[in-house]
């Protein structure tokens, strides 16, 4: 009779644990501009979610659209452009009801060189003693056509598009900049409030009504739809402590707006 119990009792056992959830995955394409936040924000949410496997991939808003339209097996995508994650829907490609602001981006002129002068702001591009200007590459990523924008709004296009070095990406311009490769770059307000790089260099704020406003959305995608983790990662996003860090980094809702500095 023991053994039967025991026998009975190991079965349930084998059982419940058969039918237990696996580790959730979830994957996560995000714009580059988040790179430098991004281990701080999943960090948070690592914290109360440990079951999940959150595996987050960095590049051009713009590149993540045709890779997502394309069948790239992410289930949640943090865009740098709004209009990328409502296109997704439209399309019938992601959940409109995950749609989530999570903020509003803005740029900055920025420099490692304490021999430029910023002072003028985008006027100062125009100078002899700029050499090489970096931006994002405005076919592809969102902070490079606020970029471009600017620039034209400014009157300064012409002038400086012949010294425009382009990066495949945000993250890839303010590498650009940091390293001294370019004189000067526009980049994400977000890398210059970053802690690993905040101090190094001078940056001057380009005023907001000089380019486009840089809504910031998330989405969860058709791959993600019927992941649990996908939606607890929304809800995340829409929590006071997600807000807590997109501040820090400079990633403000409209009502906000950056500090001059």
């Not at 440990?50 to 949640?76: M, Y």
């Not at 970096?134 to 969102?142: G, H």
């Not at 993250?171 to 980049?187: E, L, Y």
């Not at 019927?226 to 997109?246: C, G, H, M, T, W």
Request: charged share 15%.
């Amino acid at each position: 009779m023991n053994k039967l119990v025991l026998l009975l009792l190991g079965a349930l056992l084998s059982a419940a644990a058969n039918a237990a959830p696996a580790t959730g995955a979830l994957t996560i394409a995000a714009a580059s501009d988040l790179s430098l936040c991004l281990d701080e924000l999943d960090g948070k949410f690592r914290q109360t979610h440990l079951d999940v496997d959150l595996k987050a991939s960095t590049g051009s808003s713009g590149n993540f659209l045709a890779q997502i339209r394309n069948g790239a097996p992410f289930d949640v995508f943090l865009s740098a452009d709004m209009s990328y994650p409502k296109e997704l829907v439209r399309a019938g490609l992601a959940d409109e009801s995950s749609l989530t602001l999570y903020a509003t981006g803005y740029i900055v002129l920025w420099t490692t060189n304490p021999a430029v002068d910023l002072s003028k702001g985008l006027a100062a591009l125009s100078g002899d003693s700029i050499k090489k200007i970096a931006i994002a590459n405005p076919d592809v990523a969102p902070y490079g056509r606020a970029a471009k924008a600017a620039l034209q709004t400014a009157g300064v296009w012409d002038a400086v598009k012949s010294k425009l070095v382009l990066g495949e990406n945000i993250a890839q311009t303010a590498q650009f900049v940091q390293s001294g490769n370019v004189d000067a770059g526009i980049v994400a307000l977000s890398f210059v409030k970053a802690p690993t790089i905040a101090g190094s260099g001078h940056y001057f704020p380009i005023p907001a009504n000089l380019y486009p406003t840089l809504e910031q959305g998330a989405v969860i995608t058709a791959k993600g739809k019927d992941n649990p983790a996908a939606k607890q990662y929304i809800e995340f996003l829409r929590s006071a402590e997600a807000r807590a860090v997109f501040d820090k980094y400079g990633f403000l809702l409209p009502v906000a707006a950056p500090a001059t500095h």
